[in-house]
């Protein structure tokens, strides 16, 4: 996973967060919620800004959201639920697209750990 941080930046407040520290990041028009493990951030920007910092291991699975696949805990019912307990509803198409880019990320990771 890349090792460098993301800067957020707001009028009131500069940080910076570890990509493995994020569940999920949400856009509302042009307000990101970015959910880390300790807090929640809001700031002005794009999805697409956001995406350009992180790993293979993060997944845009509705225009609308980021999931980082290694905090899913499961996919079901239409819907992606997330080790915090956040529920992220989907489409039918989005959840079906969705579903194969986790199975595919779980045995990615699954034949990486075997083989070494």
């Not at 291991?57 to 019912?77: G, Q």
């Amino acid at each position: 996973m890349n090792t460098k941080r993301i800067p957020i930046l707001t009028r009131s407040e500069t940080a910076s967060v570890h990509p493995a520290d994020i569940l999920y990041a949400e856009s509302r028009l042009r307000l990101i919620l970015l959910c880390t493990r300790q807090r929640q951030y809001r700031y002005y920007g794009k999805l697409d800004d956001l995406m350009r910092f992180l790993s293979e291991a993060f997944y845009r699975c509705h225009i609308s959201w980021i999931i980082n696949l290694n905090e899913v805990d499961s996919l079901r019912n239409n819907a992606i639920h997330m080790s915090d307990g956040k529920v992220i509803l989907l489409g039918r198409n989005k959840f079906q697209a969705a579903r194969r880019v986790y199975i595919r990320y779980l045995l990615s990771n699954f034949n990486e750990h075997n083989l070494s």
